[in-house]
Structures are given as C-alpha cells and as structure tokens.
C-alpha cells in the first residue's frame, strides 16, 4: 500500500482538484491524504481569534467571506447535479456549524473545532468528486484512528485502529482520510500542529507500513535551501532520514517539523514531489547512503528563537550546574533546540518562549542571565565525519561577514547550527549558498 498526501495548494483550485484525481488514477490501492484547500486553514485561525478577541459579528463576517469561496468553487468542480446538491449540504452543514460558537466562555477545545473544518470539508468534496468519475473510493475518517496523547501521536492506538477502519471500510481503490485533524486523550478534536498533514501521512505510512509515502506539494522537492529566503536554489533528489529530520525540525517549511521520524522508524521512503510538474524527479528521503557523496547537503533556518545565556560564578570545577538548568526547562515543558558551554556559561535557544518569564525567574535563582530575543538558527545539513577537515571552517568562512551568537558542531554527524540575530538571516543564508554550492551553481548558470 502506498500514501500519497496532497497540501493546500495541490486541492486549492477545483482543476488542481480534477488534476490530482488523474494523477492517482491507476488502478494501484493507495491511502490519501489531504490539506485543507489552501488558505482555508488560515481563515480559520482568523475566525476563532476573532470569536475570542472580537466577538461573534467579527467571526460571523470571516466566515461569511470563507463560505463565498466555496460555493463556485463546487460549481467549477463538479458535472453532475447530484454531485453539486451533495456539496452544497456539506458546506451548508460546516459553516453552520462554524456560526454555532458563542464568544463568551469560548474554550480552546472550540477553537480545535473550528480549525478541523478545512480538512474535513477538502475530503469530502474530493470524495464526490472521485465518485462522480467512477473511481472506487471510500472515506476513512482521520478522527476514528488519529489519536495523540500528552500532544505527541499515540502510534499503537494509530496502528490498531488504523487497520480496523480499513478491514471495516471494505475493499477499495482509494481510501481518503484528512491530513493534520485528530483526537486527544480528552476525547476532544485536536490536531497535529500547522503544516501537520505531512506528518499524518508518515504516521499512517509507518504503522501500516506502507511500501512508500509520497508527498505532493507546490516545489520539485526539497531545494538545497529555503526558495523564499534565496533566489538561486535547486532540488536535491537524495537525502538521508537524518539529514531530512534535521531539515525539517530547523525550518524547511517543505516538511512538518516532526514528520520524518515515523517513517525513518519503518524504514518507509518519502518522496517528495511537485504536483504541478509530476514528471520531475523530485526528493527521495531514505536510509540509504547517497550514491553521490555530499558533504554539505543543505541550508533551512528557523525563526522565532529566544537565546538565553546563563552564568554562574561557580561554575568553575563544579558539577550538577547543567542538571540544575536542564530541570526548570523540564518542569515547564520547554524544550531546548541549540546548546553551547564555556566553563563559567551556559548558552541555549528555546522557539518557544510562553514560560520564558517563569523559567528566567527559577534561572536567576542560581545564575545570572541574559536574553535575546528574535533570532533564527541557521542549520547546515549534510554527512559530516568528525576524521574529515574543513566543513565547520568553511561554514564559518562563508559567514564572516555577519556576528554569529552560536556556533554548534558535532552534536549529530548530520547538523552544523548557527545562530544569528534574525536581521543578519536573508545575508547568511545567500552567503552560504554562493559559499558552500559555489561548484553546482557555477554549472547551473552556465547551462
Ligand atoms: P503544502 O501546502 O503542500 O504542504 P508547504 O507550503 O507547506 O506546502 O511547503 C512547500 C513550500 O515550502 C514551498 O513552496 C517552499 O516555499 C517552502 N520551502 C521552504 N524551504 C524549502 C526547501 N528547502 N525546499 C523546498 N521548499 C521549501
Ligand atoms: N491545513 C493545515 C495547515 O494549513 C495542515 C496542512 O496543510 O498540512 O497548517
Ligand atoms: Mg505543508
């Protein structure tokens, strides 16, 4: 069985809609997964922000403006009356639904509500549409398997009910199940973070497992650094599970930030591919070693980031002192991306900084600190051998225009991070792409 998961933009438009359908059309089982129509889920943030902030006037005017979108969009998408009418009570029934919220006492479990909409109305006008061209396609709903507990995806639960939905769906060509929607142990609708399709889909690839997990969005696969940060950019077509994880976790927008582990533990490939060009060779994430060796593969940056740079006096031959810090970071659920050490200091970055105040307050009781804010991790990834010379000195020769706050090396074979104050991140990373792909770019621009 395979997986195939397509974003926002791959069912943004009732022809990428027709398109995709052509595309999966042959004859092979497979499970897909999809996006809310692109934009959709952003308008949805909009309004459960305006239910809490504004109130219910505000909500009701986003929603009426989402709800226009939909109705010629069914009327592009299908050619049969029964096909429209099935539609149109669909709609009817979610926005519905969406208007249903109260502003006072409105609770997050409301605003989770809200947020699953998008996927579950892309499924199902994808659905009538594959129906209405004959194809043998069922729904699989995500909320009956997805589950996640203490936030993190419950894989047992996924795997047991995962293959009973499917024995009980019945034979199929297709089965379609909604990307980044699941329950929580509260039994409420919750889901997997923004960009969490990507990560459904390799949670259902890795518990089947499937024979291989594709993903189809908008670029020919992962470029060797973040196309919207640099101009010159290209696809590359092998990398590794850690070499994708790391990638990923540190920004590569491309990827969900944590949706390369449940593949990498089945040992599923992920392919990425450009739904707009499917013929291009796209990104294949395997355990395999690359046929052709690369030390530095590629460049993703991660915004947002807080540093924060502990010292203490006694620091000096005494032990215990990162235990001390590790524990208030684990008492308020916070975890810590990059790490740096002197003898007398300790320096680290969080992304996320809702207990940044209570954290610096437990800090201070044994050290000194120091804060900054707006910074960005710059991660250079690739296959990095601690026998061989000159990588870290060529990552830092390419930078040494810009002040860097944080070097760190070594940690995994597959990771070099750098942090900068965020002003410094559009220089950085088009200095380490002229620096570090000088050869490929040469002969790209010379074709
Ligand atoms: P989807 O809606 O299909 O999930 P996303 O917008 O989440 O698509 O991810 C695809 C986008 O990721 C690309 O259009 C590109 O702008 C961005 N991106 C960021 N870094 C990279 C990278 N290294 N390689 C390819 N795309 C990247
Ligand atoms: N629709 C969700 C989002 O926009 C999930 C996804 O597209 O992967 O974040
Ligand atoms: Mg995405």
Redesign the pocket.
């Known amino acids: 069985m395979r997986v195939l998961k397509?974003?926002?933009?791959?069912v943004g438009k009732p022809e990428r809609m027709q398109h995709i359908a052509q595309l999966i059309n042959d004859g092979v089982e497979k499970i897909v997964v999809l996006?809310a129509v692109?934009g959709t889920t952003n308008s949805l943030v909009e309004i459960h922000t305006a239910y809490k902030k504004e109130g219910k006037k505000a909500a009701h005017q986003l929603i009426d403006k989402l709800e226009a979108k939909y109705h010629p969009f069914i009327k592009d998408l299908y050619s049969e009356n029964a096909s429209i009418k099935k539609a149109t009570a669909l709609i009817k029934e979610k926005f519905d639904l969406l208007r249903s919220f109260k502003s006072k006492k409105f609770r997050e479990a409301d605003a989770k509500t809200i947020l699953a909409q998008g996927e579950l109305i892309s499924t199902h006008l994808f659905l009538y549409y594959v129906q209405e061209i004959g194809l043998n396609a069922t729904l699989i709903p995500a909320l009956d398997f997805m589950k996640t507990t203490d936030g993190e995806p419950d894989l047992k639960f996924i795997a047991k009910k995962l293959r009973k939905t499917l024995v009980k769906s019945g034979k199929h060509q297709l089965y379609i199940t909604q990307g980044y929607i699941c329950m929580n142990e509260d039994e409420e609708i919750d889901n997997l973070r923004r960009?969490g399709?990507?990560y459904t889909a390799t949670l259902i690839g890795g518990a089947l497992p499937a024979t291989e997990i594709q993903?189809?969005?908008?670029?020919d696969?992962?470029?060797?650094?973040?196309?919207?940060v640099v101009k010159d950019?290209f696809?590359i077509h092998e990398l590794s599970f850690d070499e994708a994880a790391e990638?990923a976790y540190f920004?590569?927008?491309?990827l969900h930030p944590s949706c390369v582990l449940p593949a990498q533990k089945s040992g599923v490939p992920v392919k990425l591919l450009n739904t707009m060009e499917p013929t291009a060779k796209g990104t294949v994430i395997s355990e395999i070693v690359t046929s052709t060796p690369q030390r530095v593969k590629?460049i993703?940056a991660k915004d947002g980031i807080t540093a924060i740079k502990i010292k203490s006096s006694r620091m000096l031959n005494a032990y215990g002192f990162l235990k001390k810090i590790f524990e208030v970071f684990e008492d308020y659920q916070t975890s810590i991306d990059m790490l740096t050490t002197s003898e007398v200091a300790v320096s680290l970055t969080i992304d996320d900084d809702t207990n940044l105040k209570a954290i610096t307050k437990a800090l201070r009781a044994f050290s000194r600190i120091e804060i900054d804010k707006n910074q960005t991790i710059i991660c250079v990834a690739g296959e990095f051998k601690h026998t061989e010379a000159g990588v870290a000195a060529k990552v830092i020769n390419t930078l040494k225009e810009i002040p860097l706050r944080m070097i760190s090396s070594g940690g995994s074979r597959s990771n070099i991070s750098i942090l900068v104050d965020s002003k410094y991140k559009v220089d950085a990373m088009n200095a380490l792409n002229e620096g570090l792909f000088a050869d490929i770019l040469k002969k790209k621009r010379t074709k």
Not at 251 to 254: D, L
């Open positions: 397509f974003g926002g933009t791959s996006s692109s960009g399709s990507d993903i189809w969005t908008d670029i696969g992962m470029h060797n650094t973040d196309p919207r950019t696809p990638l920004g590569a927008k491309i590629a993703a």
